[in-house]
């Protein structure tokens, strides 16, 4: 079984039995296990097939192409966009390679990520408000325009999420502040966001507002 994704995240399935031998050489086609494609015509609601769901779906075994080499190999770029638009930050960090180097003279977007080379290390980014980058305002220096994703998120020396919950780290502001569903560890106990102010932001030391106790 396989599956196509459109630009506005929408899906159909297809099977070379039915639709044609092409769609095996075509790489806008996605295989699917069978246990996927009947999860997702339950429509249950409980899980929406997204491109993530399939790589999540086909684990890659050690010592064969990483994740991101895997996705740049059989999606099309408008889908690589689908994929980077929806992941969490740490889905985000471990196809850190996929995302556009950041750029001076650029109109940045809020919530769009890039990459820059720090030093010998490549950071990942998610821009905090809309603005034209300058070559000054570099995005580790620049911390009110730019989150570093790596900052909260334990990463091994190579830079890949190690899936470890970090320790809360008291926020400066809105530009590094938690949000919900963010988890993190706090004088031996595990935490998780489940309350923000308007701004969809939470700078509260865990046990006073926001935060519950998983652990």
């Not at 325009?145 to 470890?164: C, F, S």
């Not at 046990?207 to 106790?213: E, I, L, Q």
Request: charge should be negative; glycine fraction near 8%.
């Amino acid at each position: 079984m396989y599956v196509k994704f459109n630009e506005d995240g929408t899906y159909g399935f297809y099977t070379p039995s039915i639709h044609g031998e092409e769609i095996l050489e075509d790489e806008s086609y996605l295989k699917i296990s069978q246990e996927l494609y009947n999860e997702a015509m339950e429509f249950s609601g409980i899980k929406i097939l997204t491109p993530e769901l399939i790589l999540i779906d086909s684990p890659i075994e050690k010592g064969e192409e990483s994740p991101s080499e895997v996705f740049e190999s059989i999606l099309r770029r408008n889908q690589v966009e689908i994929v980077l638009n929806r992941a969490t930050a740490e889905e985000a960090v471990i196809l850190k390679e996929l995302h556009d180097w950041w750029e001076a003279g650029v109109l940045y977007p809020k919530g769009k990520r890039v990459k820059h080379k720090v030093g010998e290390l490549v950071r990942l980014y998610e821009v905090i408000e809309e603005h034209t980058s300058q070559a000054d305002w570099l995005p580790e220096v620049v911390k009110a325009r730019y989150n570093d994703l790596e900052g909260k998120i334990p990463v091994d020396d190579e830079g890949n999420p190690t899936g470890e919950i970090p320790p809360w780290v008291q926020p400066r502001g809105s530009h590094d502040a938690y949000h919900l569903g963010d988890k993190v560890t706090d004088e031996g106990v595990t935490w998780e966001c489940t309350r923000v102010d308007s701004g969809g932001n939470n700078t509260w030391k865990p046990g006073v507002f926001g935060w519950d106790k998983i652990q």
